[in-house]
């Protein structure tokens, strides 16, 4: 059987997907749509599967990480507000003491 085989290299991490083709059928299916259900399982998974390689791309051992959590329930308008102003001061702090390293992100707001 055939297979295509996808390569990707984010940082110190090699990721490679193997994928069958299909194979001809003499006689065709009828055309289905997924359920939504299948839909937002793919969704999360090629999600999952884009910040996982933007991590490994961006981040190295050694790096900081830091996770920022609210005693009181907060919009995620105010939280993403107050998340950016939080990053744009490491920055200037980093900028102020010389750091060679800059400040990178990865952020994301979640509702619990």
């Known amino acids: 059987m055939k297979v295509i085989r996808e390569i990707c290299v984010a940082g110190a991490v090699i990721d490679v997907s193997i994928k069958p083709t299909q194979k001809q ?8 749509r997924p359920t939504r259900e299948a ?3 793919n969704n999360a998974r090629i999600a999952e599967k884009r910040l996982t390689r933007i ?3 961006n ?8 996770t920022l959590t609210y005693a009181e329930v907060v ?10 102003n939080f990053i744009r001061r490491m ?4 900028k102020k003491k010389k750091k060679g390293n800059e400040v990178r992100s990865c ?3 979640r509702e619990s």
């Open 59 to 66: 981040f190295f051992p050694g790096d900081w990480h830091v």
């Open 75 to 84: 919009s995620p308008a105010e939280a993403k507000r107050e998340l950016d």
């Open 91 to 94: 920055r200037r702090e980093f």
């Open 39 to 41: 839909v937002i399982k």
């Open 55 to 57: 991590i490994n791309a």
């Open 107 to 109: 952020d994301g707001v």
């Open 25 to 32: 059928l003499s006689v065709r299916a009828p055309k289905s």
